[in-house]
């Protein structure tokens, strides 16, 4: 199960490690390039649903969707504007005129 912040690669990465294997050998398995299984789990490429459930099927391993809640807008909205009207609230810190670092002398 992809827990909070687990990426596609990171699953892809702990079934290799569970089931012991590197990834030219899952890559074999499941009839995908090694580049590709490596692409996946440096989160260089994002792989489809019917790439995951090939490759977890390829080590014997059954992939299932679970429905979320969904999102309810009106309340996230709700949420979002009292958080901006706070942020408003708060006292501005000023620190003067923004200073930036001159470029003469410097090689072109």
């Known amino acids: 199960m992809l827990a909070a912040g687990q990426t596609a690669g990171d699953l892809l990465r ?4 569970r089931t012991g294997l590197r990834q030219a050998e899952l890559a074999r398995r499941a009839g995908v ?4 299984i490596s ?3 440096t989160g260089r490429r994002q792989p489809g649903v019917d790439a995951l459930e090939r490759i ?3 080590v014997g391993l059954r992939l299932t969707l679970t429905p979320v809640a969904p999102v309810d807008h009106v309340r996230a909205g709700r949420i979002l504007s009292q958080v901006l009207d706070l ?3 708060l006292p ?8 930036y670092p001159s470029l003469r002398g410097l090689p072109r």
Do not use: F, T
């Not at 702990?14 to 490690?17: E, L, Y």
């Not at 501005?92 to 200073?99: D, S, T, V, Y």
């Open 14 to 17: 702990d079934i290799r490690r």
């Open 33 to 36: 390039p090694r580049s590709v």
């Open 39 to 41: 692409a996946y789990e």
């Open 56 to 58: 977890a099927e390829s």
């Open 87 to 89: 942020a408003e609230s």
């Open 92 to 99: 501005a810190r000023r620190r003067g005129p923004l200073e």
